[in-house]
Nanobody, 129 residues
């Protein structure tokens, strides 16, 4: 059974940091495309970062470049999202998602697609002074 479980969200002040975790089970993380999305109240879900297994590259949305970093610990089958210099506009529920790369190739714009086969339940991040 495929399962993704996020953790690490919370309330922080602007300029502070958080590290989100996405523990996966039921598949091998290192062989999958993995992404983080977020959804703020009243807004559509947006891609934050996507690591596309097919081209071995990570793609970040412009608003988080230089502040957020996606990483993976394959021994723990866990993905992380390190978020530094957080801003109030980063407030949202953050979701991790996974996709078997056999379905899409390197041309898939995984950052702008929500067509992932597996999703976590989300973790709330609130940035406020």
């Amino acid at each position: 059974q495929v399962q993704l479980v996020e953790s690490g969200g919370g309330l922080v002040r602007p300029g502070e940091s958080l590290r989100l975790s996405c523990a996966v089970s039921g598949f091998t993380l290192r062989s999958y495309t993995i992404a983080w999305f977020r959804q703020a109240p009243g807004k559509e879900r947006e891609g934050v970062v996507c690591y596309n297994w097919a081209d071995d590259k990570a793609y970040y949305t412009d608003s988080v470049k230089g502040r957020f970093t996606l990483s993976r610990d394959n021994t723990r089958n866990t993905a992380f999202l390190q978020m530094n210099n957080l801003k109030p506009e980063d407030t949202a529920v953050y979701y991790c998602a996974a996709q078997n790369p056999a379905r899409y190739g390197s041309s898939w714009d995984c950052l702008r697609s929500t067509d992932f086969e597996s999703w976590g339940q989300g973790t709330q991040v609130t940035v406020s002074s």
